[in-house]
């Protein structure tokens, strides 16, 4: 039973020094410094974006199928080449022709060859202007009347899906860019081509399809490429610019600080904001491009270590030196 006391009180003794290195540390931190910076209105343009996600697909996706059952004898294109409406991409035959091809193959060259001549293969045309976007199909494989022997896109646009709370800012003709996220580097242009009258819903989230065409498809876009649109909503040429960290709100109204001749203080003055791009906002009123704007920030810095702070370091006893 001593033993156990003995345990508990030690156990208590050491929670008890942890609890006073806590309070220790919690009243060694003083206030952050506060710094202030004084800066001059800008007069410049603010643009507002629209950002959401989206993919590039085909706009018409047309898949070429054979008549007939039968065998395809040659592919004619390649994935990625634009073809011209009435091109052959394919010829294959029907399997009565791939049957009578087989047994005159047996009888030797000169048979075959007739054959050949007799029973025409069936071309598959370009229905459309298009490029290439699927070409695996290999010669002799077998087919049917439901299997895609290419297919063909008329051209590739992206298609975002954008928020229902955001698309009566979205308009037909309006500019906006496209980043893939395999090219991150490269901002495209484009158009809003269509916008879809029938919403979805995806993860409860109502949703309307913008397709956006783009002004030069770069040779890298792919059907399937994931894809960040930034449509251009308002945008204001020569407005008066302060950083947002400029601005302080107090009972829903805004106010700036500013450094009045004569006045050792920063003066509160109420502004009216326009629109912002999450770096500065458009100031409609309340101050001009001559007023000088102060701006201050909380500079904090992390307590100092000392020595022998901690309560489970050993204590280490300094030597006297005599001389």
Known sequence: MRKNKLKIAFAVLVVLLVLAFIVIKTKSKGPGEEVTKEISPAVGTIQTFISTTGTVLPKNRLEVKPPVNGRIESILVDEGQYVKTGQALAWMSSTERAALLDAAEGQGEEALKYWKEVYKPIALLSPIDGQVIVATTQPGQTVTTSDAIVVL????????????????????????????????????????????????????????????????????????????????????????????????KENDKNYVLVQEEGSKEPARRSVELGITDDKNYEVLSGISANDKIIIKVKKYQLPKSSAGTNPFMPFRQQKKTSR
């Open 153 to 248: 896109s008329d051209h590739l646009i992206a298609r975002a899906q954008v928020d229902e709370t955001d698309i009566g800012k979205v308009k037909l003709g309006q500019d906006a860019f496209i980043t893939l996220d395999a090219y991150p580097n490269t901002r495209i242009k484009a158009k809003v081509e269509h916008i879809y009258y029938e919403s979805q819903t995806v993860n409860n989230v109502t949703i309307y399809n913008v397709d956006l065409v783009p002004e030069d498809i770069p040779p890298f876009f792919r059907s399937g490429m994931n894809a960040t649109v930034d449509f251009e909503a308002e945008g204001r040429k020569n407005a008066l610019l302060i950083p947002v960290n400029a601005v302080y």
